[in-house]
């Protein structure tokens, strides 16, 4: 770009890092002049351009260099657009994109945050896999196939059925047993996914792959009993994977 700022090479330096993208040059004029782009779909996830400050309602008249992202929930755009340095897209879908000054008005941290936001908001489903950071999950364990307490009396390492895709090595699995028990028993960290299942597996459950999962800590049934989780977090009817909130997962740690 011919207008260049400091604030601008550390947000592509960014980008590098945590997503592998370096940045092309679709143009041969302006409005645009360099794009990041997924890696699989081609499609944009962030555009650099340089751009009259009156368009912006701005003083001055040397261009400034601006990054247009996108943002996927609108309460959040019409938060953003508030902030000193964030406007209505330019030369973009203003009902779904922002542009944000690079001239020092947007703290760093922010800017990578905003990134890093439209990455995930432009991605296909495994890119988001491959890049979102570990999530935590809750898996019920139905009591009448098998006695949930017994589990990991031989091993810290047993493998699951792999009932979500979106599952990724690191991500966090608490096991929910089921009535009469009614609790969490255990937190899991995932070692693998799209394992192939052993005999007895693909007997019980034909053509699902399974993942590895390892101990972490076992709970006693009065820790997190469904009354605490409802109560405490709006945790219910776990009936299949679900998400579990960052204050859980480290109230557990509090108790390992």
Known sequence: MEVESQQMNRVLAFAGKRFDTEPDCPFRRPPGKLVLRHATSGKWYA???????????????SPVPVMNVRV?????QSVLVRQDGIFPAYHMNKAGWISVL??????????FSLLEDSFFA???????????PPRAFVLPAKV???DPRRFFDTTDKIT??????SFKAGDIVCIYAGAPISAILYECRILETDVAPDAEMEAAFPGRKVIRLLLLKRFPDDAFPKSYLAEKYGITNIRGPRYLPDSLIREMEEKR
């Open 47 to 61: 555009l650099f351009l340089e751009v009259d400050p009156a368009a912006f309602h701005l003083s001055g008249s």
């Open 72 to 76: 996927k929930d609108p309460v959040s």
């Open 102 to 111: 690079l001239d020092g008005s947007v703290e760093n941290r922010t800017v």
């Open 122 to 132: 432009t991605a296909d489903p495994k890119e988001v896999k491959a890049y979102r």
């Open 144 to 146: 009448s196939l098998a």
């Open 160 to 165: 699951w059925t792999q009932s979500s895709p």
